[in-house]
């Protein structure tokens, strides 16, 4: 779960990979004696052509993503940034900032010379011709990723991703999760936020567990990924000795916005911002509200039978050191449902399909985990036979 961010930083080497390359390419190429010669200043002529002619590509990537994400924000959720992040438009850019590279310092290495090499133009060409099939990959996933059906697919297969590598052992009623004793003696302390208001994006628990073993030490962590901290918040709380919060600070990553990497939880917003948006009166679109209630059937129900905490860590010895607070199956029901209860309210066909997702849900949940989804499956069938009493049906004549 907890690992340091590595996106960013292969965006990042990605472009000084393919600059690079394009610099030594554009160097070597003009020297080689391959094949049949052409005329060196068509050659040249081609080449600053075909570079700052890439760069309307460029600019064609950038547009391509203002647009998208400026339509997913409106449409969907605000909080939807699946193309802007998708690998495809980055390395598109990048490999169009190697030909442009690769073109522009060949063009310069023909220098005076009479003739080239045929091989040259022929590079040339299959690179242009690369960069145009990314940008064709690159309208494809656009295209793609202004689609309903699409976006709610991308949302599930993060979270079916994520959720099999957190959730890996079954759900046991009788475990009791006991918090162990501080591991050394002394005070605790709280250590406070101090900077200006961020989101925890990521926690890195294997050096939290190395510094906490290192000063015997127990780290209570108050805010999870996901969450906003704020200046003078408490972050967490240090049993066994004294940490400064430069020690803490330097093992969280924090953003401007919830990221997939450690918050189980943004698929279960994800989905209830796209059906409260399609519930919303300016938008009155039941029908999405429904496609996107799907989906958090499908979420709830592969977490039912789970166990859900796994938010503690300990050291080789077996000691506990690092506890991170996680969502429990309470806050994942009432994430998913209880604003939408509220919107589908004045919609039939979204309050049935609520009321049926909650009647699937406590059948497939086991017993323990059946209160807090028997509650909600309740207020459905009050709301539902009260507003509309004509067409709304007991849940016990539906089965």
């Not at 145009?132 to 976006?151: E, G, P, V, W």
């Not at 939408?340 to 323990?368: N, T």
Request: charged share 20%; with cysteine.
């Amino acid at each position: 779960m907890f690992q340091p961010p590595t996106r960013a930083m292969r965006r990042d080497l990605t472009q000084l990979i393919c600059a690079l390359g394009g610099l030594a390419l554009g160097l070597v190429a003009p020297m080689a004696d391959v094949g049949p010669a052409v005329e060196a200043s068509r050659v040249a002529t081609m080449l600053f052509t075909v570079g700052f002619g890439v760069i309307s590509l460029v600019s064609i990537i950038y547009s391509m993503l203002f647009l998208v994400v400026q339509f997913s924000a409106s449409t969907f959720t605000p909080r939807l940034a699946f193309f802007r992040d998708e690998p495809i438009v980055w390395r598109a850019f990048a490999f169009a900032v190697g030909v442009f590279v690769f073109c522009v310092v060949a063009g310069l290495a023909i220098g005076a010379r009479d003739q080239v090499s045929a091989l040259l133009p022929c590079v040339a060409m299959v690179l242009t011709l690369v960069a145009l099939a990314l940008m064709r990959s690159l309208q494809t996933k656009a295209f793609d990723s202004i689609q309903l059906a699409h976006s709610l697919t991308a949302i599930a297969t993060r979270a079916h991703l994520s959720y099999d590598g957190l959730y890996v052992r079954p759900y046991d009623p009788g475990r009791t999760a006991a918090a162990p004793p501080p591991p050394g003696a002394g005070t605790g302390s709280t250590v406070r936020w101090s900077g200006p208001a961020t989101v925890i994006q990521q926690i890195d628990v294997a050096a939290l567990v190395a510094v906490a073993q290192r000063h015997d030490c127990a780290i209570d962590f108050r805010v999870t990924p996901g969450r906003t901290v704020s200046r003078g918040m408490a972050l967490a709380e240090v049993t066994g000795a004294e940490l400064p919060e430069e020690v803490l600070r330097e093992a969280v990553v924090t953003g401007v916005e919830r990221t997939f990497h450690q918050d189980p939880e943004l698929p279960f917003r994800l989905l209830a911002d796209i059906a409260l948006r399609a519930l919303s009166p300016a938008v009155n679109d039941p029908a999405t509200a429904v496609e996107s209630m799907d989906r958090l059937e499908d979420l709830l129900t592969r977490l039912a039978d789970r166990e859900l905490d796994f938010g503690r860590f300990a050291d080789g010895a077996g000691r506990m050191r690092v506890t991170v607070p996680v969502p429990d199956w309470e806050q994942y029901v009432r994430t998913a449902c209880d604003d939408i209860a509220v919107a589908a309210a004045g919609s039939p066909m979204a309050l049935r399909r609520l009321h049926d997702l909650l009647g699937r849900l406590l059948e497939r949940s086991p017993e323990a985990r059946r209160a807090v989804v028997r509650e909600r499956l309740e207020w459905t069938e009050r709301t539902g036979s009260a507003a509309y009493p004509l067409i709304w049906t007991p849940r016990e004549e539906c089965s």
